[in-house]
């Protein structure tokens, strides 16, 4: 959980860092899909959607202040990697408990393993080894990482726009 202490240290956002929020094109997908998902009454997609957009917020409002306190570089990785081990200590929980899909849950475990290890290699390369391969690799791994978790987050949303097709094919060709 989130402590109070959190939420009292976050400082008041300028314009141009709330634009940058508010045009941060993962977390407007994943709110959109959340907001779908509750009014289709969709609670196993709303739960993930909603786990997932917190994770996003919470690593997007509260990295700025990691940089700004880690001049070693070290912080921000332990926080990154904690940020999604929670998230996946939630998915799993949730899974396990039957309120989101089982096969979500793996996957989303799946596509999250890889960032984990890029970020403790990152660690070690950082105050290491300073191999350039390493941050081309950890400069790819993440933003696809993160893209696969909002298309997770997309997937049952597009399994309903598909249904809701084949509905409206298959109601035309009965009426003919």
């Given at each position: 959980m989130i402590s109070f202490y959190c939420f009292t240290t976050i400082k008041i956002m300028t314009i141009k860092?709330?634009?940058?929020?508010?045009?941060?094109?993962?977390?407007?997908?994943?709110a959109c899909c959340a907001l779908i998902y509750f009014a289709n009454k969709d609670r196993s997609a709303?739960?993930?959607?909603c786990v997932t957009l917190l994770s996003f917020l919470l690593s997007y409002l509260l990295t700025?202040?990691?940089?700004?306190?880690?001049?070693?570089?070290?912080?921000?990785?332990?926080?990154?990697?904690?940020?999604?081990?929670?998230?996946?200590?939630?998915?799993?929980?949730?899974?396990?408990?039957?309120k989101i899909s089982l096969s979500l849950c793996i996957s989303a475990q799946i596509c999250v393993i890889p960032a984990m290890l890029v970020q403790l290699l990152r660690i070690v390369d950082v105050q290491i080894l300073n191999i350039q391969f390493?941050?081309?690799?950890?400069?790819t791994i993440i933003p696809l990482s993160n893209s696969l978790v909002?298309?997770?987050?997309?997937?049952?949303?597009?399994?309903?726009l598909i249904e809701k097709a084949k509905l409206i094919v298959f109601n035309m060709?009965?009426?003919n």
């Open positions: 860092e709330l634009l940058h929020l508010i045009l941060d094109w993962q977390m407007i997908i994943i709303f739960l993930f959607t700025p202040y990691i940089f700004e306190y880690d001049p070693n570089r070290i912080y921000r990785y332990v926080f990154w990697i904690s940020n999604d081990i929670v998230w996946m200590a939630i998915i799993a929980y949730l899974g396990l408990k039957d390493i941050s081309v690799l950890y400069q909002v298309l997770l987050c997309v997937w049952p949303l597009l399994f309903y060709s009965d009426a």
